[in-house]
């Protein structure tokens, strides 16, 4: 009885590992993924953040190679703004930047931005899609 339900176990174990994902820390071919960290002077910040939204939105619906604009600012200091950008390669990055509502932004929000720090980073789970 012990041997059977040993098998049983096994063969269950060995099907579930077979079946679950594996991460990989590299990502799809041709994805570019970045963090946007952007601290904006806080007598600037209303009006940055409606260029930024404007800028978001017309993105999103016009460009087929952003994948995602997801912008977020830290609770205790809202200046401190973060943005997830995921396009769907090198290419779509440099159309995206030289598209005229992100040149709008960026003339726009110069003088507003102390700092910025763009990070290139991988995805943890790059199979995962955004809904």
Do not use: W
């Amino acid at each position: 009885m012990c041997g059977l339900l040993f098998r049983i176990f096994a063969t269950v174990l060995f099907f579930a590992a077979a079946a679950a994902p594996v991460f990989s820390n590299e990502k799809p071919a041709g994805l570019m993924v970045r963090l946007s960290k952007i601290e904006v002077r806080m007598e600037d910040l209303e009006e940055y953040n409606a260029l930024l939204k404007e800028e978001i939105l017309a993105s999103v619906k016009l460009e087929p190679g952003v994948l995602a604009l997801y912008a977020v600012c830290d609770k205790d200091a809202p200046n401190r703004i973060t943005i997830l950008e995921i396009y769907k390669d090198e290419a779509a990055y440099k159309r995206h930047i030289e598209s005229p509502h992100f040149q709008k932004y960026k003339r726009g929000t110069l003088k507003m931005v102390k700092s910025l720090e763009l990070k290139d980073v991988s995805a943890l789970i790059p199979e995962m899609k955004i809904k």
